[in-house]
C-alpha cells in the first residue's frame, strides 16, 4: 500500500515524506512548484525524495479537479494521504486573497473528494494552523477553544478546511484529523518565514523589521519534531469514522527577542533591528496546549529553540555556501 503527500516539496511536505520513505513506505508525492517563494527550495528538497527507492512524484495542483480524481487510477493501493498542499501565511493572504481560496479551499475539497472514493482509505491527516486561534487572548491555544474569529483570510481558510473536513467524516465515514501546526522552523525552511529572514539579514547586515515594537512570542517548533509528530497521528487513525484536530507545537512560547539573539551568537554578528507597530492580521502571541496530542499519541517535542537555532543556521550556512 501507499500513501499520498501533496505538497512533497515544501517543508513539512520533504520532511514527512523523507521520513515515511525511511520507513520503508511508498510514497506518492504531488506538488505543483508555486512561485510563492523561490521554487529553487523546493527543487532541492525534493531532489533527495526522487533518489530514494519507493517514491513517486507527480507534479500537479491540488486544485485541479480532473486531474486529482483520477489520481485513484493510476496509483490504486493508496490507503492513507497527508494533505499539506497550500498557500501558506498570513500577509500574502491579503496581497492574493484569490490564489489563497482557490488553493487552500477548493484544492482541499477536491483531496476530500478524492479520499472519499478511496474504499481502503484508513486515515486522512491534514495541515491547519495556529493562525486559526485569531483573536483568541486565553494562553496557551487548546485545540477545543472556540476558533470562529480569524485575523486573516489565510487563517479564513484554513478554518474552512477545518469545517469541510467535520462535514465529509460525518456524511462519509471518513477517518480525519487535522493539525495545527505552529511555527516551524529549521533545515530546508521557508524563505518567506522569519527564521530564514533574520539568518538572511544577519548575514547580510540588512534590517529586521520586528511587529508589535518587538513584543512578539512564538511557539517556535523544530521540524524534525514537527515530522515525527505528524506521523505518530498518522499511525493512529480515529477508531471510529470521525474528525479530530489537534496541536502540534514546542510548548513553549519564545520571546522573539531573545530568538533573535540566539541567531546572533551563531553568526557571532549583531542584529540591526527596526521596530514598527504591528499589521493587521498578525499574533502578537501564540502558545500550544498540546496535552491531548501528547496523551492521545505518547509525542512530545524533544529540540528547543537554544538547540534548534544553530542547527538552522548551520544549514542556512551550508545551503547558501557561505
Not at 515524506?17 to 523546493?42: C, H, M, W
Not at 485513484?72 to 490564489?99: C, E, F, N, W
Not at 540591526?272 to 502558545?287: M, N, S
Not at 496546549?289 to 538552522?312: M, N, S, Y
Request: proline fraction near 4%; charge should be negative; aromatic fraction near 10%.
Amino acid at each position: 500500500m501507499s500513501i499520498l503527500v501533496t505538497g512533497v516539496a515544501g517543508f513539512i511536505g520533504a520532511g514527512v515524506a523523507g521520513a515515511l520513505l525511511a520507513r520503508g513506505e511508498t510514497v506518492v508525492g504531488i506538488d505543483n512548484f508555486s512561485d510563492q517563494y523561490d521554487p529553487v527550495l523546493k527543487f532541492a528538497r525534493l531532489k533527495g525524495l526522487r533518489e530514494t527507492t519507493g517514491f513517486i512524484f507527480l507534479e500537479a495542483d491540488v486544485a485541479e479537479r480532473e486531474p486529482m480524481l483520477a489520481l485513484t487510477q493510476k496509483h490504486g493501493d493508496l490507503d492513507r494521504i497527508v494533505h499539506l498542499a497550500a498557500h501558506s501565511g498570513v500577509r500574502q493572504s491579503m496581497v492574493d486573497p484569490y490564489v489563497y481560496v482557490q488553493t487552500n479551499v477548493m484544492g482541499h475539497l477536491v483531496m476530500l473528494e478524492l479520499a472519499r472514493g478511496i474504499t481502503e482509505l484508513k486515515h486522512f491527516v491534514y495541515a491547519s494552523a495556529s493562525s486559526v486561534y485569531g483573536a483568541n487572548r486565553k494562553l496557551p491555544f487548546v485545540a477545543a477553544d472556540r476558533v470562529d474569529r480569524p485575523l486573516s483570510l489565510y487563517a479564513a481558510t484554513k478554518r474552512a478546511d477545518e469545517l469541510m473536513t467535520e462535514t465529509y467524516a460525518h456524511l462519509y465515514g471518513m477517518r480525519a484529523t487535522g493539525l495545527r501546526y505552529f511555527t516551524v522552523y529549521g533545515p530546508w525552511g521557508r524563505p518567506d518565514m522569519s527564521p530564514y529572514i533574520f539568518a538572511k539579514a544577519i548575514h547580510e547586515g540588512s534590517t529586521i523589521q520586528l511587529n508589535h515594537l518587538g513584543f512578539i512570542k512564538r511557539d517556535c517548533s523544530y521540524i524534525d519534531d514537527i515530522v515525527a509528530g505528524t506521523l505518530a497521528v498518522l499511525d493512529k487513525p480515529p477508531v471510529d469514522a470521525g474528525h479530530r484536530i489537534y496541536n502540534l507545537g514546542a510548548a513553549r512560547s519564545e520571546d522573539i527577542v531573545q530568538v533573535i539573539a540566539l541567531f546572533e551568537t551563531a553568526f557571532a554578528r549583531k542584529a540591526i533591528v527596526e521596530l514598527r507597530p504591528g499589521e493587521p492580521g498578525t499574533l502578537q502571541e501564540t502558545a500550544a496546549d498540546i496535552a491531548d496530542t501528547t496523551r492521545d499519541f505518547g509525542w512530545t517535542p524533544k529540540v528547543t529553540v537554544e538547540q534548534g537555532i544553530p542547527l538552522f543556521v548551520d544549514w542556512f550556512k551550508s545551503y547558501n555556501r557561505l
